[in-house]
């Protein structure tokens, strides 16, 4: 049996940070297209940041991919007025700490390197009362996202160092084109942690990691009955018009 990576010690933060939202909710198989709008103000300030380099840059390629239609034109890039951004490194911390009755500690953390147990998913999926999806599919899915975000509550039992129960009871993944546009995904939280701000802090930490990375349009699915959570995390349906249009095979 291979011996297992070492887990590193979570950073924990304070209980002041951590919101406390109701949440049941589903991406994945839903009705409505929704478009953030009104972010959180260190978050919109980031974006107007962002889409003001995003901006530039394609102004600046498109008029050099128009000049290199002609070969006999030099083109000269413009010098960089900002030093590349290095790849965020994956983040993972302790959200929640409590001592149960029985003395065990159960923490609950948040990761975003994006290791998850396909049966595990499938688990939580069956909790929520979503269908069962094919494990090669689910598996296909978290491997092309772009990024995927877990919650974990792990469970130490007095006396048994090194028996840690670590059960998933939160998810969301994005895909991307790395470049422009991102959209979340499953965004699922296990009924008997709901209440607790868990669908709110992984969506919201999902947006910021993604502005990080210089992408700004970043838009979901939403169930009826959940547009109303997501309008409170600055989302926004059919803004300006915009409209979703959607094919499904006809059988």
Not at 59 to 70: R, Y
Not at 139 to 154: E, G, I, R
Not at 167 to 192: C, E, Q, Y
Not at 207 to 221: C, E, K, S, V, Y
Request: aromatic share 10%; with cysteine.
């Amino acid at each position: 049996m291979p011996t297992p990576t070492p887990t590193p010690t979570p950073k924990v933060l304070p209980s002041s940070l951590w919101p406390n939202v109701s949440l049941g909710l589903r991406c994945g198989q839903t009705n409505q297209l929704l478009f953030p709008y009104n972010l959180h103000t260190d978050i919109a300030k980031a974006s107007k940041k962002h889409s003001g380099f995003r901006l530039r840059a394609g102004f600046w390629d498109s008029i050099k991919s128009g000049f290199l239609k002609n070969s006999t034109t030099q083109v000269v890039d413009l010098p960089s007025t900002r030093e590349e951004a290095e790849e965020p490194l994956p983040e993972e911390f302790v959200l929640v700490e409590k001592t149960e009755p029985d003395g065990a500690i159960e923490q609950i953390i948040f990761s975003s390197a994006g290791e998850v147990d396909i049966y595990d998913l499938q688990s939580l999926c069956d909790k929520v009362g979503w269908p069962r999806r094919p494990l090669s599919k689910l598996a296909a899915a978290l491997k092309n996202s772009y990024m995927v975000a877990t919650v974990h509550s792990v469970r130490k039992l007095p006396g048994s160092e090194g028996n840690d129960q670590k059960k998933l009871i939160g998810m969301a993944r994005a895909t991307s084109d790395h470049a422009f546009n991102a959209t979340i995904w499953d965004v699922l939280v296990d009924p008997s942690y709901q209440g607790q701000g868990l669908g709110k802090s992984l969506v919201e930490k999902l947006i910021r990691a993604l502005l990080q990375r210089d992408i700004g349009n970043i838009t979901l699915f939403a169930d009826s009955q959940v547009v109303e959570f997501y309008r409170n995390l600055g989302f926004e349906p059919d803004p300006e018009g915009i409209k979703g249009m959607f094919w499904y095979p006809k059988y």
